[in-house]
C-alpha cells in the first residue's frame, strides 16, 4: 500500500490559511475551501489554488484551505510550501 504524501504549511491567525495536500489520495483533484470571507472572494481564492497547483503540475490529490482572510501571495507561498513538503514525504 502506497503512503499517503501529505503536507501542511500556514496558521489560523488572522490574515492567514492552513493549507493541507494529500498528493495521491484522490485520482482526481478535489478542493475544499473554508474561508471566513468566501462568499466575496471564495472564486478568487480557488483560481489562485488552481494556478499554483498548474505550476507544481499537481493534478490530482485533495486539498483544503482553511482561510482567514490571507492575501494571494500568502495563499501562493503557503500551497507552494505544503506541496513541497508532500513530495518529499516518499
Known amino acids: 500500500m502506497e503512503e499517503i504524501k501529505t503536507g501542511q504549511a500556514g496558521s489560523l491567525e488572522s490574515n492567514d490559511l492552513i493549507v493541507t495536500v494529500n498528493l495521491n489520495e484522490r485520482e482526481d ?16 481564492i480557488e483560481k489562485v489554488v488552481r494556478e499554483t497547483l498548474k505550476e ?35
Do not use: H
Open 56 to 90: 507544481f503540475g499537481v493534478n490530482n490529490g485533495y486539498i483544503k484551505i482553511v482561510d482567514k482572510g490571507a492575501l494571494d501571495f500568502t495563499i501562493r507561498a503557503r500551497l507552494k510550501t505544503a506541496i513541497k513538503r508532500a513530495e518529499r514525504r516518499q
Open 29 to 44: 483533484l478535489c478542493i475544499e475551501i473554508e474561508s471566513i470571507v468566501k462568499e466575496k472572494f471564495g472564486k478568487q
